[in-house]
């Protein structure tokens, strides 16, 4: 290694170790299905909520996980394979737009996160959360206030429900062309806004939303 790439990767290394405290504070207790939960999608107004968890063995960390939000999309790509790979145990799930209509979506996405926890190949001993407590999961769990960025197992599922997600709109822009989805994602945009305007609602809009409504919207 170049003595120019030593203190980056250093840097990275120290990085990592913040990240993984809690995770091995608990491994070193004996608890060793520590999960990770975050949610992507809370703010579209298109889409499903989509959540993820994830377990890893005990010891592993995998460099560059980071707040999904902070990454490039070609990095989180690689980053999620690198997770689904050498995580033991995975799952995605996802809150359609008409169940965000009906539970609102501060509820769906609570939703979202307890069916990612229920569909994990084991029952996690030890859960950690972005920003919320999961209704309806038999293990302890630990609210993290901006976990995403502090907590490499949130990190990881951060990644997972942002790739995801990211994956569905670009089957959506297929499905529904015109609304930009591919591009924006669902996020409301002006470019996204003008479409609803041009097109009206998709079936995939959040009808309990803020749509803008035709005439009252200037895209300028």
Known sequence: MTRTKRPSSRAEVRRLARLLV???????????LV?????????PLAGPVVAAAVVFP?????????????????RRADLAEAI???ALTWAVARVEPCEIDRLNIYHAALEAM?????ALGVRPEHVLVDARTI????????????????CHAIAAASILA????????EEYDRAYPGYG????????????????????????????????????????
Do not use: C
């Not at 999960?35 to 809370?42: F, M, N, R, S, W």
């Not at 942002?162 to 709109?169: G, L, Q, S, V």
């Open 84 to 86: 689904r790979s050498q």
């Open 135 to 150: 209704p309806g999961i038999d293990a302890p769990q630990e609210r993290w206030i901006r976990g995403d960025a502090r």
């Open 22 to 32: 809690r995770e091995r504070e608990l491994w070193d207790t004996g608890v060793r």
């Open 35 to 43: 999960a990770g939960v975050d949610e992507a999608g809370t703010g």
């Open 181 to 220: 989805f591919a591009e924006h994602k669902g996020y409301p945009t002006a470019a996204h806004r003008a479409a609803v305007l041009r097109l009206g609602p998709s079936p995939i809009h959040r009808r309990s939303f803020a749509l803008p409504q035709r005439g009252l919207f200037d895209p300028a």
């Open 114 to 118: 307890r069916r990612a926890v229920a």
């Open 58 to 74: 005990a010891g592993v960390g995998i460099r560059g996980v980071n707040d999904s939000k902070q990454l490039e999309p070609a």
């Open 162 to 169: 942002k790739t995801a997600r990211d994956a569905w709109m």
